[in-house]
């Protein structure tokens, strides 16, 4: 430990502030911020889209400096001395820091590199991350051909290879599956167990912070609250619910039903009931809503229940207006059937002649592990890539032979959500009309529609890129729902997205599916999957499994073991599957 730390904590902020100009925008990203992050322990940095999380991070790591207020670090005053605090720590970006057209040894070398370690001391060093990580036999691949979860784990080795007195990780989680998440997890409690180290990770993934000593929660720049993550809980005895509906009734119309009450803060499918978070002094006992063959129960508060009341809730979306769906299908309703669908990349087969099929109305989850062809499946089922066998029929187009004539019948967002980013909001709307044919009257009209629904108006001069993450994905959506398709292709659309932003994109999802129109999703966040009707989880290009969110437990669970949760599924599922 360094000789100038002295108390319990290795790092203190005290009344930090820092600005930016964006333009003409003030952004204001931290404000007087006063906390103390303790030594030997992982401490969560927790906050929404714009918080300041990365910023603080930066902050601390002397990346940046501050406009006021005073950070001290390892020690030492991070505005006088920030190279004595770098090289006592190390940091993980959000983007994992890598080079992709190096390999995974040529990266390794290149932080030791930097970070001065000696050539002595490297092949030990290796070995224990290479076996740690389970990068060992994919040495000599370069960064750029792993999957998410290896990029991830290597990103972590690079930060890792001078073992650090402070580990610095920006939402290392970030668009990875659980099984990736589980494992980064069990790297770094070994190394605070081990060696003392000291973490602060921010992530959007709120079971996470459960996992945490201590928690630093922030909101538009300023520090909410700091304690462990029973401490935010407790606060909230007596206002969780889990409430079960009729035999008739689906979760998703029960969900929508319930976060239409007043008194009702947040409504979240879990399992096959609705979890309810109720307003202060609300009980759901009370509503004359709660009858009407509910079953409600007491639940037992977590982490999230506290940061969504915290910060005041989603609130309703507002209903879709009606409307009539011109999707083909065939047989008994399905409007996407997939039979035989593989895809080969030279000798390399992504997908090995999967089948399932999706219904009109449906919200449907293709899930898997990095690397598991779920990707390769999507870009197929959209017409962005032709398959190398099979059949394949979506809108009632076979793709295979007219695959341009289903598009104006399909709505994409993409990961990375797929805009212009030094186009304004209203110039990516123009575009993204007039790309999906639409012209005159009928462009300005859907243009008026996607300011009025997704609350753009305001942001209608400004570029996509200078927009909040939470914002960028208003406007995907918008674009991609411009011309009203009947089916829509989600493609982990809420990565990186804070919890908040997640409970609007869902509402608005259901709105869309009650009235007709198909969702096909892809996502790494399991309690999302709980949305789906039904899902195949995907492992080396085949499906492992496929059913209701209820079948896939069941089909995941051994012998007298109950599985609760859909993490717990899918890891059991990917786990038990051949390698």
Not at 176 to 195: A, K, M
Not at 200 to 213: G, I, K, M
Not at 426 to 433: A, S, V
Request: with cysteine; net charge negative; proline share 4%.
């Amino acid at each position: 430990m360094s000789e100038g730390i002295t108390t319990d904590y290795i790092a203190d902020l005290s009344g930090v502030s820092k600005a930016f100009l964006d333009g003409k925008r003030h952004i204001q990203a931290l404000d007087g911020v006063t906390a103390s992050i303790r030594s030997g322990c992982v401490t969560g940095l927790i906050g929404p889209d714009g918080a300041g999380k990365s910023t603080t991070m930066r902050l601390i790591a002397g990346l940046l400096r501050a406009d006021a207020g005073s950070l001290n670090v390892l020690g030492h005053d991070v505005a006088t001395d920030p190279l004595r605090v770098q090289q006592q720590m190390s940091y993980m970006p959000q983007r994992f820091g890598l080079y992709e057209d190096l390999s995974v040894q040529e990266n390794l070398d290149l932080y030791a590199d930097l970070q001065h370690v000696p050539h002595s001391e490297r092949p030990d060093r290796y070995g224990e991350l290479m076996h740690m990580t389970g990068l060992a036999p994919f040495t000599g691949r370069l960064a750029g051909r792993l999957s998410g979860g290896m990029k991830q784990k290597l990103g972590l080795a690079c930060t890792l290879v001078r073992s650090p007195e402070l580990l610095l990780l920006d939402e290392p989680t970030a668009g990875v599956d659980p099984v990736s998440r589980r494992e980064l997890w069990e790297i770094v409690y070994r190394q605070v167990e081990t060696t003392g180290m000291s973490v602060l990770f921010s992530t959007a993934y709120l079971d996470e912070a459960e996992r945490c000593d201590d928690l630093l929660l922030l909101h538009q720049g300023k520090l909410l609250g700091q304690g462990k993550p029973a401490e935010f809980s407790r606060r909230m005895q007596g206002r969780t619910w889990l409430v079960t509906g009729g035999v008739t009734q689906s979760r998703r119309n029960l969900q929508q039903q319930l976060v239409q009450q007043d008194s009702v803060l947040d409504a979240l499918i879990q399992g096959e009931q609705v979890r309810l978070v109720m307003h202060e002094g609300k009980s759901p006992e009370q509503e004359s809503w709660s009858g009407g063959g509910m079953q409600v129960e007491p639940a037992e508060p977590r982490f999230e229940d506290a940061f969504v009341a915290m910060l005041g809730g989603v609130g309703a979306i507002p209903p879709e207006k009606a409307r009539d769906s011109n999707a083909a299908a065939v047989g008994d309703g399905r409007v996407i059937e997939v039979s035989g669908l593989s895809r080969s990349f030279g000798e390399f087969q992504a997908v090995r002649g999967i089948d399932f099929h999706v219904g009109r109305g449906e919200v449907f989850g293709l899930l898997g592990a990095n690397g598991a062809g779920k990707s390769t499946t999507f870009r197929m089922l959209c017409g962005l890539l032709p398959a190398s066998g099979g059949h394949l029929q979506v809108a009632g187009v076979n793709l295979r032979e007219a695959p341009s004539s289903a598009r104006n019948r399909i709505g994409y967002m993409s990961q990375k959500f797929s805009l212009y980013g030094t186009l304004s909001v209203l110039e990516n709307l123009r575009f993204f009309g007039s790309a999906y044919g639409l012209t005159g009257r009928r462009r300005s009209e859907r243009i008026e529609w996607a300011f009025d629904r997704f609350d753009l108006r305001e942001e209608a001069d400004t570029t996509s890129n200078d927009l909040s993450l939470g914002y960028r994905q208003r406007l995907a959506m918008a674009a991609a729902l411009l011309h009203e398709p009947d089916i829509l292709f989600l493609d982990e659309p809420t990565s990186g997205v804070d919890p908040l932003a997640r409970r609007e994109f869902w509402q608005r999802i259901n709105t869309l599916a009650e009235l007709g129109v198909t969702v096909l999703v892809t996502t790494h966040f399991m309690e999302e999957a709980e949305y789906c009707d039904r899902l195949v989880i995907m492992s080396e290009g085949s499906i492992l499994a496929s059913g209701t969110p209820h079948e896939i437990k069941q089909a995941a669970a051994s012998k007298g073991q109950a599985i609760v949760t859909m993490e717990d599924a899918f890891i059991a599922l990917i786990q038990r599957a051949p390698a």
